[in-house]
Every structure is written in C-alpha cells, then in structure tokens.
C-alpha cells in the first residue's frame, strides 16, 4: 500500500511565496515519478510539475519559471513543491501523486492541501 501525505498550504498575497510537501511512504517502486497536480471546483485536476526518482523535472505553462520541483532523497519519499510569484489563478487544492513514468498518471493520491492566493 501508498500514502501520499501533502502539506505546506495556506493564504497567501499575490506575488507571494509558499512551499508544498509531499511524503510518499509504502510500496514504492524504485521507478517512479512524483506528480504536484491541481483543482479548483468545477474543473479538472490538472498537472502543475512532476519528478521522477532520478530527478528529471517537468512543467507545465503555468508553472514553468515560477515553480520548482525538487526532492528531498533519490528513492523520491519527500517532494517539494516550491511556489513563488503566486498569482490569484494559482488559489487550488494541491495534490500530489505517485505514477511510474514522467508522463503517468497513478492511482495513487493524497488528499490534499488548499492553495488561497489573495489579498
């Protein structure tokens, strides 16, 4: 079994920084890829960032030049997800999931945590 724990959320002001977590634990295969996804009501989850255990980056349009996505350890257990130059677009419940390849989506989710960008 997977748990995928995310934290870091909260309010922030527009042009603002924050920094998400995520903690992976269980049956980790030694490829795999940790996803940052979001969603705002009435929307698809959408990806934001993704890294796999080696540690190659991919970003969305949206993230790219403001986020960055790095880990904590090669076996992929703790990523993070840093923020900076928050927009108001950018408020969404952030979550993080653990897929095999870069371009994967798993079964496996956390529950979340809440992004509020606004002044």
């Known amino acids: 079994q997977v748990q995928l724990v995310e934290s870091g959320g909260g309010l922030v002001q527009p042009g603002g920084s924050l920094t998400l977590t995520c903690v992976a634990s269980?049956?980790?295969?030694?490829?795999?890829?940790i996803g940052w996804y979001r969603q705002v009501p009435g929307k698809q989850r959408e990806l934001v960032a993704a890294i796999t255990n080696a540690g190659t980056p991919r970003y969305t349009d949206s993230a790219q030049g403001r986020f960055t996505i790095y880990r904590e350890d090669s076996a992929v257990k703790t990523v993070y997800l840093q923020m900076n130059n928050l927009k108001t677009d950018d408020t969404a419940v952030y979550y993080c999931?653990?897929?095999?390849?870069?371009?994967?989506?798993?079964?496996?989710w956390g529950n979340g945590t809440l992004v509020t960008v606004s002044s």
């Open positions: 999931n653990l897929a095999k390849y870069l371009r994967d989506v798993g079964p496996y």
């Open positions: 269980g049956s980790i295969m030694p490829i795999n890829t």
